[in-house]
């Protein structure tokens, strides 16, 4: 059975504008593809399409999307061809360096950095310093006190310093 739409094209055409980059953003971040976050952020607009809920303003309508685009990730994460599909490192392929600069890191190793951080802090530190968020609709947003929001950062902050060579 096929869900029912419910919102007009103006509607979502307003919503991809305004939170499109920052769903697909976050979806990269959590699935570390492409192609996988590019999924991700049409299931996520194809959901908004077929949900009844009364949006009380963008905000809402924001930490809806935001939430949505995490709990697709996870679903993605638990699916069976996730689970037993081969990486790219499990299959030998080599990715070319960057050059290296003066700067004590390259976004490439940030970002690998980030990718190795489990998903709960990959969420955080992406809504907090990609989307800029604060810490209560970081909260929102995960379904977590704000208290573990802040817990969170700290631990991932810790965690990217480690892996980036620093210490713990």
Request: hydrophobic share 45%; charged share 25%; proline share 3%.
């Amino acid at each position: 059975m096929t869900p029912r739409v419910v919102r007009d094209d103006a509607f979502l055409r307003q919503a991809m504008r305004a939170h499109g980059a920052s769903v697909l953003r976050l979806a990269i971040t959590q699935t570390g593809s492409r192609a996988d976050a590019e999924d991700v952020y049409q299931d996520v607009f194809v959901a908004l399409a077929c949900c009844d809920t009364a949006f009380g303003d963008e905000g809402h309508l924001r930490a809806w999307l935001l939430r949505t685009t995490l709990n697709r990730c996870r679903d993605l994460a638990r699916s069976w061809w996730r689970r037993h599909a081969q990486s790219f490192d499990a299959l030998g392929l080599e990715v070319a360096d960057a050059e290296k600069d003066e700067d004590p890191w390259t976004p490439a190793e940030l970002w690998a950095a980030v990718q190795r951080l489990p998903e709960r802090y990959r969420a955080v530190i992406h809504l907090r310093y990609v989307e800029q968020m604060p810490a209560d609709a970081i909260a929102a947003a995960c379904g977590i006190s704000e208290s573990a929001v802040r817990t969170r950062l700290s631990r991932a902050t810790q965690k990217l310093r480690f892996y980036l060579g620093g210490t713990s």
